[in-house]
């Protein structure tokens, strides 16, 4: 299992960094990219992060799923990389999973991709869920699509792609681990 989470200046740390945490601790293959050359990545709250590599050059066929953290102006970021356009096409086209939490799903909604999906995202932002349906709970699933509402549901979100990607057990599991 692996997972590709575009890291944009402006990002959100809890959501980018619970999410890596507890895929990795249950087993999932994380890469952390940047979306510009430069590895070193400052969150919206002045942590800086040194990602894994770079956007340019993934392929979406090499993980099991995509992920945008929010955050602002992070997901503004993430929403004028060519790069993220691009894997976000080349992941929905080959069925793969795509998940986005707090503002970035709106990512989905201006790129067509909760049409006819139900979707959630933070509040405030619902009429950026372009073609979908919004729902309020802390993550939503449908189909391909995992979204979720914001930095308090982080945890949610990690276990809902988890769950996703490898199994129930696995996801009951480390969610146990971490006391949840």
Do not use: W
């Not at 740390?13 to 590895?39: C, F, K, P, Q």
């Not at 970035?104 to 009429?127: D, M």
């Amino acid at each position: 299992m692996n997972a590709l989470v575009a890291l944009a200046d402006g990002f959100e740390t809890v959501e980018a960094l619970m999410t890596v945490d507890i895929l990795r601790r249950g087993g999932v293959e994380v890469t952390t990219a940047s979306i510009t050359e430069n590895l070193e990545v400052v969150s919206s709250q002045d942590i800086t992060v040194k990602a894994d590599t770079t956007i340019s050059g993934q392929k979406a066929a090499d993980y099991d799923v995509f992920i945008l953290p929010g955050g602002q102006p992070g997901t503004t970021n993430l929403s004028h990389s060519d790069d993220v356009k691009r894997l976000l096409e080349e992941a929905t086209s080959a069925g793969k999973k795509i998940a986005a939490i707090c503002a970035a799903p709106t990512v989905f909604g201006q790129y067509g991709y909760l049409e006819g999906k139900k979707a959630c995202c933070y509040p405030g932002l619902e009429e950026q869920l372009t073609g979908g349906t919004v729902t309020m709970n802390p993550v939503t699933i449908d189909g391909n699509v995992i979204t979720s509402r914001g930095l308090g549901t982080a945890l949610d979100f990690a276990l809902a792609i988890l769950e996703e990607i490898s199994s129930h057990a696995k996801a009951a599991m480390i969610k146990k681990s971490v006391v949840a």
